[in-house]
């Protein structure tokens, strides 16, 4: 049986950093990705980060790229997704979701493709 797991939840200052971690069972990251998400109070959600388990590519939306790093721990079966220089528009609950995907590196799935999602974790970022 899959679960998702986040964790990570917190309210730091603008500037300040914080470390969400996605643990996953019932299966190995291996032949999946992972994605981070996240949905801001009457905004979609919307991709942040993705990372395939086979070989650790990723993709970042442009708004956190240099900012935020995924990375994913194959031995514990977590995925990390850490954020630096947080800023108050990053302010939203996150979500990490896993997706069966056996395709070529440079292909993700879109949202509506990922198949197990965790409950999510609020990232509140203000002064």
């Known amino acids: 049986q899959v679960h998702i797991v986040e964790s990570g939840v917190g309210l730091v200052q603008p500037g300040g950093s914080l470390r969400l971690s996605c643990a996953v069972s019932g299966f190995t990251l291996d032949n999946y990705v992972i994605g981070w998400f996240r949905q801001a109070p009457g905004k979609e959600r919307e991709g942040v980060s993705f990372i395939r388990g086979r070989d650790s590519s990723t993709w970042y939306r442009d708004s956190v790229k240099g900012r935020f790093t995924v990375s994913t721990d194959n031995t514990k079966n977590t995925v990390y997704l850490q954020m630096n220089n947080l800023k108050p528009e990053d302010t939203a609950v996150y979500s990490c979701?896993?997706?069966?995907?056996?395709?070529?590196?440079?292909?993700?799935?879109?949202?509506?493709?990922?198949?197990?999602w965790g409950q999510g974790t609020q990232v509140t970022v203000s002064s």
């Open positions: 979701a896993a997706r069966f995907w056996p395709r070529p590196s440079g292909i993700w799935p879109a949202t509506e493709e990922y198949t197990h």
